[in-house]
């Protein structure tokens, strides 16, 4: 139980995060570290692919058996393809022969949304790395209206006049868009991102530019997505200086409106722009978050005594409430 309190597991629960599979076996050794071929007890999806390492790991034994999904590899049969995705579409995630059939992009199924051509030399960071740039932070952000996957694979996206500015990804995993989700496009960015953009930073849907820039015309501009090999234009936007002020440009509504300035938008509430996210700050569809239980360090005082578990000794306090399981009294 020790260990359980300081690698935050569930000392009540024997399965701490729900996923069907006992602590002690997600975590073989016990030391409450996940090492190499275990999964973590504190998320129900380890390898963040969509499906549950419960369900992967069927009989809940912590060994990868003969039919199974691997819950430590988003990938189990390496023919990259997700195996949530393969499940889906009706393949087989344990068979790299057996791939999905993923319908492309096309003006019935994806939109350009979003545009970020001159960020704010004050409030521009767009891709949250910490450091302001006008050129790593501009974006493109695209989002599925369908309701299947569409695969964005080798497909491009062009800046008109200049050419090639960044190619969708077809490897370690191809770059497929969930319904109604977004994927975005930074210039660059420097060290490491600090936020979730909607579900894209969780779907693995935002890219830097492979090209090492995007180079949008502050002005007047045209943005296309184009097949691969960029000899069809399947999506174009033309833009003029309305993207001159600081800000993204943004469809409003999401999806369906027509182009305005991302503050002209009666929800943006003051935002200057929205990269993976609805106007408003919103994901584009709903997802359940896993919460951790939280455990506060405080120094413990003789005159209070906090509501909740805690322990003086060590100077732990765990917040009263329903914390996936934990209920202190």
């Keep these: 139980d020790q260990n359980e309190t300081w690698t935050e597991t569930n000392p009540a629960r024997v399965d701490s995060d729900g996923d069907g599979i006992n602590d002690g ?15 973590d007890p504190r998320n129900p999806d380890t390898d963040g692919d969509g499906l549950s390492d419960g369900v992967e790991d069927a009989d ?17 049969d390496g023919d990259c393809y997700k195996d949530n995705i393969e499940l889906d579409m009706g393949s087989l995630p344990t068979n790299g022969g057996s791939t999905p059939d993923v319908p492309t992009p096309s003006a019935s199924n994806m939109v350009i949304n979003e545009i970020h051509a001159k960020p704010d030399v004050v409030e521009g960071d767009a891709n949250g790395d910490g450091v302001l740039d006008i050129y790593d932070d501009e974006f493109i952000e695209l989002v599925n209206i369908s309701n299947v996957y569409v695969d964005l694979s080798d497909y491009e996206l062009h800046d008109v006049g200049v050419g090639l500015r960044h190619i969708f990804s077809d490897s370690p995993l191809r770059t497929i868009v969930p319904p109604g989700e977004a994927v975005v496009v930074f210039g660059d960015w420097t060290g490491t991102l600090s936020g979730t953009f909607g579900n894209a930073m969780a779907n693995g849907l935002v890219f830097k530019a492979s090209t090492g820039t995007l180079g949008l015309n502050n002005s007047g501009d045209i943005v296309d997505l184009k097949d691969s090999g960029g000899s069809t234009t399947i999506l174009s936007q033309d833009y003029g200086s309305e993207a001159n002020h600081d800000q993204s440009i943004t469809l409003y509504p999401d999806k369906t409106g027509t182009f305005v300035k991302h503050l002209d938008a009666p929800s943006s509430g003051g935002r200057r722009f929205s ?23 405080f120094q413990p005082s003789s005159s209070v005594t906090p509501p ?22």
């Design 25 to 39: 076996v997600e975590d073989a050794d016990q030391d409450g570290v996940v090492d190499t071929g275990e999964t």
């Design 60 to 76: 809940q034994d912590g060994v990868v058996d003969t039919g199974e999904t691997d819950p430590r590899s988003t990938d189990t």
């Design 275 to 297: 990269p993976g996210t609805m106007v408003n700050g919103d994901p584009f569809t709903t997802t359940i978050s896993w919460i951790f239980p939280i455990r506060i360090n």
């Design 308 to 329: 909740g578990y805690n322990n003086d000794t060590a100077g732990e306090y765990l917040t009263s409430g329903n914390h996936y399981g934990w209920l202190p009294q």
